[in-house]
């Protein structure tokens, strides 16, 4: 079993910055990718980004260029470093794992891990 565990969520003012860590407990997941993403209220969870197993990384549109994925498999740890941050990115974000392959998905049913999700507000 694994457990996900998130922190670095909070309030921080438009063009700000902030750094989401994700810790992983139980199994190591180096070879499997994690994700994150997110979630307002009465809408689906939104992918924002990936760090493959193979060690590759991808974004949604609406990250590019302002967020980056990093891992630390040592710590089996997965990091969000999220710089000129917008009101629109206020939202629950989500660690997220697929350990059921070796792919990668944006489509968050395709995670079988998730974490407990931390709040992060931008204020105007």
């Known amino acids: 079993q694994v457990e996900l565990v998130e922190s670095g969520g909070g309030l921080v003012q438009t063009g700000g910055s902030l750094t989401l860590s994700c810790a992983a407990s139980g199994r190591t997941l180096r070879g499997y990718s994690m994700g994150w993403f997110r979630q307002t209220p009465g809408n689906e969870r939104e992918f924002v980004a990936v760090f493959t197993g193979s060690d590759n990384t991808y974004y949604a549109d609406s990250a590019k260029g302002r967020f980056t994925i990093s891992r630390d498999n040592a710590k089996n740890t997965v990091y969000l470093q999220m710089n000129n941050l917008k009101p629109e990115d206020t939202a629950v974000y989500f660690c997220?794992?697929?350990?059921?392959?070796?792919?990668?998905?944006?489509?968050?049913?395709?995670?079988?891990?998730w974490g407990q999700g931390t709040q992060v507000t931008v204020s105007s």
């Open positions: 997220a794992a697929l350990t059921t392959g070796t792919g990668w998905s944006v489509k968050s049913w395709m995670y079988n891990y």
